[in-house]
């Protein structure tokens, strides 16, 4: 059980075009869903928190301009990166964690690799 | 300042070998600690949660231990499998579940 689903694992596109990656919680309400970042061979780096129908919180040097998220319902959250530049190449993994607070694990997706041309 | 510091940095081991792996943090306060193994390229995976007041807790080949005095943990790997080449990650979780501290990971190989 815990599982969550990010899409698409891998995408490559021009500089100047707007990704979108969805992260999908498949058998449990996600009330909470966390964004990271993760550069080659370094641990992963929060971007921001988000509660289903709430604004997220986006951690501080994160532009939330650039990176949109969407958290519209109990097993779905979205990031779009807008106007992508090749500086925004990366591994970004979500999580998903549902209700029972920070005693309750943090189920992650399998992450999506960015690279922008 | 909450911090989670992991050693060493990297290791290599033969197939069959236990090994140890080392997580310090200052994280304060305290809710609860984990360990996650990642394989390159993919999202990292639960292997053990602690809250302070447990010492100990096994997953399989995989031992995790904890002081909450000293504020140090390890994670105790048996009978090393080529499988267990990931990276391994200590994640320390403040009281509230407000922030959440991750270690910069021990990168493990394990060679036949």
């Known amino acids: 059980g815990a599982v969550v689903s990010q899409h698409p694992s891998w995408v490559i596109c021009k500089s100047g075009t707007s990704v979108k990656i969805e992260c999908r919680s498949l058998?449990?309400?996600?009330?909470?869903m966390f964004w990271y970042r993760q550069f080659p061979k370094q641990s992963l780096m929060l971007m921001a928190t988000?509660?289903?129908?709430?604004?997220?919180?986006?951690e501080q040097g994160v532009e939330k301009d650039k990176f949109l998220i969407n958290h519209a319902s109990l097993t779905l959250s979205t990031l779009t990166v807008t106007s992508a530049h090749p500086e925004d190449s990366s591994f970004y993994i979500c999580?998903?964690?549902?209700?029972?607070?920070?005693?309750?694990?943090?189920?992650f997706g399998d992450g999506t690799r960015l690279s922008i041309l | 300042k909450n911090q989670v510091e992991q050693s060493p940095q990297s290791l290599i081991i033969l197939e069959g070998k236990n090994c140890t792996l080392q997580?310090?943090?200052?994280?304060?306060?305290?809710?609860?600690l984990r360990w996650y193994k990642q394989d390159t390229g993919r999202g990292p995976v639960s292997l053990t949660i602690?809250?302070?007041?447990?010492n100990t807790k096994s997953n399989g080949r995989y031992t995790a231990t904890l002081d909450a005095d000293t504020k140090q943990s390890s994670l105790h790997i048996t009978a090393s499998q080529l499988s267990d080449s990931a990276s391994y990650i200590c994640?320390?979780?403040?009281?509230?579940?407000?922030?959440?501290?991750f270690g910069a990971g021990t990168r493990l190989f394990v060679k036949a």
């Open positions: 999580s998903a964690r549902y209700a029972g607070g920070s005693n309750q694990p943090q189920h």
């Open positions: 058998d449990f309400q996600a009330t909470t």
């Open positions: 988000s509660n289903e129908g709430s604004k997220a919180t986006y």
């Open positions: 997580c310090n943090y200052t994280v304060s306060p305290f809710s609860n």
């Open positions: 602690m809250t302070f007041s447990e």
């Open positions: 994640v320390v979780i403040v009281t509230g579940g407000f922030k959440t501290i």
